[in-house]
């Protein structure tokens, strides 16, 4: 049996380079899959047919897994959102991950044995102002993971979502930036008092990846968050426990 092969989307930075960096110190051979060049990778834009097409060629029959993270954030009051971008990140968002889980979730379904890991969003299983199409494509990419699982789960692969809260990485270094949200916005609400780090999502890709620690584990969208999702009191009665 060889060497156990993942593609992650989206390995130049941010959470996908900590994914990509995690799996490979547990023993896969990981190929990343970005605009941006990474270390033994494919650079490509999943939003292309034809890239996601050569990337396919690329590891033919040698995908265990596959990590789909790349994506794109946008803030902005709904009725400002143009045509223009919502459907960038649809496309970015959701029908990248289509593209890939089709292409590649072909030649797990071959080998009857695989593993899908979606990086979803506490936006897809909530409501967060400002965010329409993002929280849009969030929902969707639970949407598509809890099909296939159904779906894909008898065939030998199994598809699941990580939904992380918000994460210290580059995309959120811009966001603050232009003074969207403060780290206080963040922290006062989580009830672990802090930011995800990009290993808080990659240790859980790395469960949800490996069928000897998670093989009956199928259709979950399992929230990485800090208890975000499972918070219902206010501010001050959650700051007056801490």
């Not at 949200?181 to 009830?191: F, G």
Request: aromatic share 6%.
């Amino acid at each position: 049996m060889g060497q156990r092969v993942a593609v992650v989307t989206g390995a130049a930075q941010g959470i996908g380079r900590r994914v990509a960096q995690v799996l490979t110190a547990d023993g896969y051979e990981v190929v990343g899959f970005d605009l941006l060049e990474t270390p033994g990778g494919v650079v490509g834009d999943v939003t292309s047919v034809d890239d996601v097409a050569r990337l396919a060629e690329r590891v033919g029959d040698r995908v265990d897994v596959l990590v789909n993270n790349a994506g794109i954030a946008g803030i902005g009051a709904f009725e400002d959102t143009t045509p223009e971008q919502w459907e960038r990140m649809l496309a970015v968002n959701l029908t990248g991950p289509f593209l890939l889980t089709r292409a590649l979730g072909r030649l797990m379904l071959a080998r009857r044995a695989g593993s899908v890991v979606n990086i979803a969003s506490v936006a897809g299983l909530r409501g967060v102002a400002d965010r329409a199409a993002y929280n849009t494509t969030k929902h969707g990419l639970i949407g598509l993971t809890r099909t296939l699982a159904v779906e894909w789960g008898g065939r030998g692969v199994r598809v699941n979502a990580v939904c992380p809260g918000w994460v210290k990485t580059e995309m959120d270094v811009a966001a603050q930036a232009d003074g969207h949200y403060s780290d206080e916005d963040i922290t006062e609400h989580v009830p672990v008092g802090r930011f995800a780090s990009p290993d808080d999502i990659a240790q859980a890709v790395a469960f949800l990846a490996d069928p000897g620690r998670s093989g009956f584990v199928n259709g979950v969208a399992l929230p990485v968050d800090g208890g975000w999702t499972a918070d219902g009191s206010w501010r001050s009665l959650r700051l007056s426990k801490r």
